[in-house]
């Protein structure tokens, strides 16, 4: 198993302002996900990052938005760009250690107001 | 591209009750299935999988079969408890890692 730690666990923000959230595991993975959550919705991935290289993102999600940092095999960040209201959500950290075994981290629940 | 739908909820039932939720999906490819469990104030976790068509993952007393030929891997327990209120994910994967989930279904269970 893997466990996660994500910071900060929830914060509001004025729109217009970003907000980085980091994600730490306590052991080295290749690849580590980042999804957003939305109010009463599913979880939706935003991006792969993948240590050493860009991160993978998927349709709709842009990297002047989300920009992600990955420096080593434990830790990532994903920044929440110029908020909106919209960008009210949780936002998740995964990894996996076997295919579709995800791990993932307890969430940020960001409210921009 | 792949999908996966969930009945919708929530899914209210008294202590002891037999309880399905279903969940049906759609893939290109030969997917692996899953069930995640997101208990109140927790994080999400695997709760079983089945990696090919017949197979039954199993945990908890929670059990669901991949059926191929329905496109079905539908959640079931003999008899709930008030400790399974939970919202349940089911969730696919047919590209390594990247996981496509369903809406959710939250369950609520009454003593």
């Known amino acids: 198993s893997a466990v996660i730690s994500q910071k900060p666990s929830r914060d509001i923000c004025q729109r217009g302002t970003s907000l980085t959230i980091q994600c730490q595991v306590d052991?080295?993975?290749?690849?580590m996900f980042w999804y957003r959550q939305q109010p009463g919705q599913s979880l939706t991935l935003i991006a792969t990052a993948n240590q050493g290289s860009e991160a993978t993102y998927e349709s709709g999600f842009v990297i002047d938005k989300f920009p992600i940092s990955r420096p080593n095999l434990t830790f990532s960040t994903l920044t929440v760009s110029n908020m909106s209201p919209e960008d009210s959500s949780i936002y998740l950290c995964?990894?996996?250690?076997?295919?579709?075994?995800?791990?993932f981290g307890q969430g940020t629940r960001l409210t921009v107001v | 591209g792949d999908s996966v739908t969930q009945m919708e909820g929530p899914v209210t039932l008294s202590e002891e009750a037999f309880l399905t939720i279903n969940c049906t999906y759609t893939a290109t490819g030969y997917p692996s299935l899953f069930w995640y469990v997101q208990y109140p104030g927790e994080g999400l976790q695997l709760l079983l999988k089945?990696?090919?068509?017949?197979d039954k993952g199993s945990n908890k007393g929670f059990e669901a079969t991949y059926r191929k030929e329905t496109t079905s891997f539908h959640l079931e327990k003999g008899s709930v408890q008030v400790s399974d209120s939970a919202v349940y994910f089911c969730a696919l994967t047919t590209y390594g890692n990247k996981l496509v989930f369903g809406a959710g279904t939250i369950l609520r269970v009454k003593s």
């Open positions: 995964s990894v996996s250690l076997r295919v579709g075994e995800a791990f």
């Open positions: 052991s080295q993975v290749t690849m």
């Open positions: 089945a990696t090919k068509a017949d």
